[in-house]
């Protein structure tokens, strides 16, 4: 299904630029970023937004004015969070961490002449073409070093409700991470005097060890060579949003076979949207394609992570095998390559990935004949609440990891206009391969349709 906001076109009226810093003075200090947190793939700047609702019934609608609200509560939010508010600088060896500088993060107050319906009203997905206007990039204030870490944009629209957009310094904090400072602002904008869970910094816990030790593989890190000039251009691409509600996952789990049948359905649409993609793109038969696919690592470590821990705590471990072998196979085979991959990510593989950033000099994941998935949809972004109750839509703004767009979806729970909650896949390929990737998944769906039971007769 295509976006709706692809067509849609209105105006916006920014405010200047201006830094929010902590309410309260905070220590001047040095923080080191982890060996997790200070790779290369990760210098770059994460998009999420979320769209609001008018509320009706407030008493005093000037107190309750959001870019008021959320301005004071991000001051306030900052005083615990102060690493924040600081500058990421580059040390001897690229060695990256944050001045705690309190310099603040860069806040812009807009107004918009569109409303939430014309988003999308209840059915609002990604991806949002419209993104630079819901989310300017300040000139000088958009990279990775020396910069705000955050960039935060509240544009009230004319029916009452309001966007928030924020883009995060990767390097900084993961999805996790940037969801327990979201908590925080929303708590605080509700009235409480500090966030439920207290953050924690901590960095050094996923540090590489001494001496350091690679025991994994690691193909995510490969340095493949493109010499079939297989990278995809930017240039003429269509970004789309693909949703699965109830009925096109029962129809996609048609396909799995018995031995599988536990599999999650994140599992079930990667593999299926890995296979539908290759075979787009036509790739030769014998050529190596690889399967990225982010795993959150909190969990597995013993003891666990702090639970107010906002690092970076995740690895995007890779299935390799060669397009003939995921094309031609059958549909199990596929599956298996993405339920190893994430069994495979354990405490002592994110004590190698560190180890190896150490080793090899933080070497940037391979691009090269790749598709990266990340999975936000259970993430709970969908629950941050400013004190207008939970958005409409909350998470990514568009597809993409680092300066890989084209080589990557998000899944991202939503409900379509028939109101069935499910999942909207981002999608971005080339107009030509996006038409054969569209009729291969159609192709799919529609066969395994007809085999899914109706209501009456179950």
């Known amino acids: 299904m295509m976006a709706a906001q692809e067509s849609l076109v209105f105006t916006v009226t920014r405010r200047s630029p201006e830094l929010i810093t902590p309410a309260k003075p905070t220590p001047h200090e040095y923080k080191l970023l982890?060996?997790?947190?200070?790779?290369?793939?990760?210098?770059?700047?994460?998009?999420v937004i979320f769209f609001y609702k008018n509320k009706n019934d407030f008493i005093d609608a000037e107190e309750m004015e959001p870019v008021?609200?959320?301005?004071?509560?991000?001051?306030?939010?900052?005083?615990?969070?102060?690493?924040?508010?600081?500058?990421?600088?580059?040390?001897?060896?690229?060695?990256?961490?944050?001045?705690?500088?309190?310099e603040g993060v860069m806040f812009i107050e807009a107004d918009a002449d569109v409303t939430i319906d014309q988003f999308g009203g209840d059915a609002i997905q990604p991806p949002f073409p419209c993104m630079d206007e819901l989310l300017f990039?300040?000139?000088?204030?958009?990279?990775?070093?020396?910069?705000?870490?955050?960039?935060?944009?509240?544009?009230?629209?004319k029916c009452g409700g309001f966007i928030f957009a924020v883009r995060l310094n990767h390097t900084v904090s993961d999805a996790g991470g940037l969801l327990l400072f979201m908590n925080a602002v929303g708590e605080i904008a509700r009235g409480a005097?500090?966030?439920?869970?207290?953050?924690?910094w901590r960095r050094e816990l996923l540090n590489a060890r001494d001496p350091p030790r690679v025991t994994c593989t690691h193909h995510e890190y490969d340095d493949v060579l493109d010499t079939k000039k297989t990278l995809i251009p930017l240039g003429n691409m269509v970004h789309r949003s693909f949703f699965f509600g109830p009925t096109e996952i029962l129809a996609l789990r048609l396909l799995v076979p018995p031995h599988l049948n536990k599999c999650s359905t994140s599992e079930l649409l990667t593999a299926c949207l890995w296979r539908c993609r290759t075979r787009a793109l036509q790739p030769d038969p014998e050529e190596e394609v690889r399967l990225l696919?982010?795993?959150?690592?909190?969990?597995?470590?013993?003891p666990p992570l702090p639970k107010g821990y906002y690092g970076n705590a995740f690895a995007f471990p890779a299935a390799l095998t060669t397009a003939r072998k995921l094309c031609q196979n059958p549909f199990g085979y596929a599956l298996e390559l993405v339920r190893q991959i994430k069994k495979d990510v354990t405490e002592e593989y994110m004590r190698s990935?560190?180890?190896?950033?150490?080793?090899?000099?933080?070497?940037?994941?391979?691009?090269?004949?790749?598709?990266?998935?990340?999975d936000v949809s259970r993430s709970r972004f969908g629950d941050i609440d400013f004190g207008w109750g939970k958005p409409v839509y909350g998470g990514?703004?568009?597809?993409?990891?680092?300066?890989?767009?084209?080589a990557a979806s998000f899944y991202v729970s939503c409900k379509n206009k028939k109101g069935e909650n499910g999942i909207a896949v981002t999608v971005s390929l080339p107009r030509f391969v996006m038409e054969r990737f569209a009729m291969e998944l159609d192709e799919i769906l529609k066969n395994n349709e007809n085999l899914v039971p109706t209501k009456s007769a179950l």
């Open 193 to 200: 005097s500090a966030p439920s869970i207290p953050p924690v």
């Open 396 to 406: 990514p703004g568009r597809g993409g990891v680092g300066n890989r767009p084209v």
């Open 68 to 102: 008021k609200v959320i301005r004071e509560a991000l001051s306030k939010t900052l005083v615990f969070y102060y690493p924040f508010a600081g500058r990421v600088r580059e040390g001897a060896g690229r060695k990256l961490g944050v001045e705690c500088t309190g």
């Open 293 to 302: 696919y982010n795993v959150n690592a909190r969990g597995k470590f013993n």
């Open 353 to 374: 990935v560190a180890d190896l950033m150490v080793l090899k000099g933080r070497p940037p994941s391979t691009a090269v004949r790749i598709f990266h998935v990340s």
């Open 34 to 47: 982890s060996d997790i947190d200070d790779q290369e793939s990760l210098r770059f700047r994460m998009p």
């Open 137 to 157: 990039d300040v000139p000088g204030y958009s990279g990775v070093l020396d910069c705000p870490l955050l960039l935060i944009q509240v544009t009230r629209l």
